[in-house]
C-alpha cells in the first residue's frame, strides 16, 4: 500500500543543485515512479533556484524538504514517503 500524504514532488533544478546531483537524482525518482506506477498518481516538477546552494541538493516531497540529497541516499526517502 503507498502512503497517500505525499502527493507532490518539487526537485530543484538551479544549476547548483542540478550538477550537484539533482540530474542523477532526478531519474532515480523517474524510475522509482514507474516502477512503482506512481507516475500518473504524484505531481512530479522541477522549479528553478530555491537559494539554499550550499544545501543542495535540494528535493520536497509534499511539505518535507531534503537538502544534500543523492543517489545513495534518496531510495530511503522515497521509501519513507512511498512505500
Do not use: W
Not at 502527493?7 to 539533482?22: A, H, P, T, Y
Not at 550550499?54 to 512511498?82: A, M, S, W
Amino acid at each position: 500500500m503507498h502512503n497517500t500524504k505525499t502527493q507532490s514532488i518539487s526537485i530543484c533544478l538551479g544549476s547548483s543543485c542540478f550538477s550537484r546531483g539533482n540530474a542523477e537524482n532526478l531519474e532515480v525518482i523517474k524510475k522509482y515512479l514507474d516502477d512503482h506506477n506512481l507516475t500518473s498518481a504524484i505531481d512530479f516538477r522541477g522549479h528553478l533556484c530555491s537559494e539554499k546552494c550550499n544545501r543542495g541538493p535540494v528535493i520536497q516531497f509534499g511539505n518535507d524538504e531534503y537538502e544534500n540529497v543523492t543517489p545513495e541516499n534518496l531510495p530511503y526517502i522515497l521509501k519513507k514517503h512511498f512505500e
